[in-house]
């Protein structure tokens, strides 16, 4: 029999599992030719949500959880799910319920009957904030352009893939990781299920404004060496216009400089990013610290 590791970070998302619990056990109950594992990584939540998954992982024994030290970060709370994942198809999926459960179905038909190696979840945005839309789709244009990657505008952190997929993910050892586009970089065939926006049934985004920018900041620079090609581009615009403004008396040189001096802080703070990522992948701290799991016990 075949078997599916479903992994599911979760962060103080202890409004919404049983909700999530029970939908998951419905797609378990629809799909019988095929075993399930789900493995919940507690990403260091301060509610009550790890004292639920041991709750329900004592009810039943395809469930299995990892829970972190503290909170590491989405993208962590998903490495671990992919490391402990056994089965033969692996999927990853938010806790919050704005992915449907039912597709899980279709990803597995799909991967079986359409000689693809990875089913990748893509939404329709209409319904979701303005603000949130326009900059989602700013990103997606500029990462596209200033990396060599292609990510398809609306892709979700819900896919469905082969083992030999999840291996080649696990096969990036980065600090810095974003995972949709390791997935781009890795190639292989993909196919595509689109479905509607659905709003956060319970809980709250654990993702504000800032944390937003920030998010997308540090995976942009973490596949583009462009802004480190900035300060050549600027260097150039500036010989030029040095040239130009020469001996014009009518000029207020003040104003120059100080425009000169921004633009050159500018390059350092860029040069600043870039050498503090490089620090942290040369550290090599562990990504995430499990304290518990119930892995032995299953
Ligand atoms: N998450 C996590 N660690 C974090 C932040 C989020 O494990 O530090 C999980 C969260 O519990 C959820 C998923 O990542 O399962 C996506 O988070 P959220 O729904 O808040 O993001 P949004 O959909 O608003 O982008
Ligand atoms: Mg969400």
Redesign the pocket.
């Known amino acids: 029999m075949e078997k599916i590791s479903i992994v599911?970070?979760?962060?103080n998302?202890e409004e919404i599992l049983p909700f999530l619990y029970k939908e998951l056990s419905d797609v378990i109950e629809n799909m019988k030719k095929v075993c399930f594992e789900i493995i919940f990584?507690d990403?260091g939540s301060t509610d009550k949500t790890l004292e639920y998954i041991k709750y329900i992982s004592k009810k039943d024994n395809y469930i299995k959880f990892l829970s972190f030290s503290r909170?590491f970060?989405?993208e962590s709370?998903i490495l671990a799910g992919l490391k402990f994942a056994t089965g033969d198809y692996v999927c990853y999926m938010?806790?919050?319920l704005?992915d449907p459960t039912c597709l899980i179905k279709d990803m597995y038909s799909i991967l079986k009957n359409n000689s693809c190696d990875i089913v990748i979840a893509k939404r329709n945005r209409k319904g979701e904030n303005i603000l949130i839309r326009i900059l989602s789709i700013l990103f997606y244009k500029i990462f596209n352009k200033f990396t060599e990657l292609e990510i398809e505008q609306n892709e979700r952190n819900f896919r469905m893939f082969s083992k030999k997929v999840n291996d080649s993910i696990l096969s990036f050892n980065e600090y810095n990781r974003y995972i949709k586009g390791i997935f781009n970089y890795i190639g292989f065939n993909k196919s595509y299920i689109e479905y509607d926006y659905i709003k956060?049934k319970k809980g709250k985004?654990?993702?504000g404004f800032k944390g937003l920018i920030k998010y997308a900041y540090s995976s942009f620079i973490s596949w583009s060496l462009f802004p480190l090609r900035v300060p050549y581009y600027l260097s150039i615009l500036f010989l030029i216009l040095t040239l130009i403004l020469f001996n014009n008396k009518m000029i207020n040189y003040s104003y120059i400089i100080c425009l000169f001096t921004s633009i050159e802080f500018l390059c350092i703070g860029i040069l600043g990013s870039y050498i503090s990522k490089m620090i942290l992948e040369t550290k090599k701290r562990p990504l995430y610290i499990v304290k518990e799991d119930n892995f032995d016990k299953k």
Do not use: L
Not at 8 to 11: L, S
């Open positions: 599911i970070p979760c962060f998302e990584v990403d909170n970060g989405q709370a938010d806790a919050d704005q956060r985004t654990k993702y």
